[in-house]
């Protein structure tokens, strides 16, 4: 089988605060100059208060697991040899209900549960974008 390159995001006008801090490890989400909501993905206009005076702050990076499955199937050839990882969504400290689709990774052999504590890591996946992940906290 021939190697298929990994898909890889497109950092726009919009995300590319998040990326350029996902290379100097370090987990940005967009925020509201006006209220000082965070939201995300990000949007043009703030959610709750209508501005589009929006910017990006750094967050805690801790959190905890919202829910979770594990991909069995490879549905794009780069994922082949990841097989099977973990797709989850993280809800964020720092606001509830701040929510992050991401994988866990370095998952113990128990596996994780929907109210586990996580907090971010990076994994490269190529020479400009590292990708924000997310691994348990052991107590
Ligand atoms: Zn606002």
């Given amino acids: 089988m021939t190697e298929s390159p990994?898909?890889?995001?497109?950092?726009?006008?919009?995300?590319?605060?998040f990326w350029e801090a996902a290379r100097r490890?370090?987990?940005?989400?967009?925020?509201?100059?006006?209220?000082?909501?965070?939201?995300?993905?990000?949007?043009p206009v703030c959610h709750s208060c209508l501005s589009f005076d929006l910017g990006g702050a750094e967050v805690s990076g801790r959190g905890t697991?919202?829910?979770?499955?594990?991909?069995?199937?490879?549905?794009?050839?780069?994922?082949?040899?990841?097989?099977?990882?973990?797709i989850a969504v993280v809800?964020?400290?720092?606001?509830?209900?701040?929510?992050?689709?991401?994988?866990?990774?370095d998952l113990p052999a128990d596996g994780v549960n929907v109210g586990d504590p996580v907090e971010v890591c990076f994994r490269a996946l190529s020479d400009e974008i590292d990708l924000p992940v997310f691994r348990l906290v052991r107590a």
């Avoid at 990994?6 to 605060?17: G, I, K, R, V, Y």
């Avoid at 829910?67 to 199937?73: G, I, K």
């Avoid at 809800?91 to 990774?105: A, F, H, S, Y």
């Fill in 91 to 105: 809800e964020l400290d720092d606001r509830p209900g701040l929510k992050l689709l991401t994988n866990i990774v």
């Fill in 25 to 43: 490890h370090e987990l940005m989400i967009q925020r509201c100059s006006a209220c000082g909501t965070y939201q995300h993905p990000p949007e």
């Fill in 65 to 86: 697991v919202y829910s979770y499955t594990m991909a069995t199937q490879a549905f794009h050839p780069s994922f082949a040899d990841k097989l099977p990882f973990c």
């Fill in 6 to 17: 990994p898909l890889l995001p497109a950092p726009d006008e919009l995300t590319s605060f």
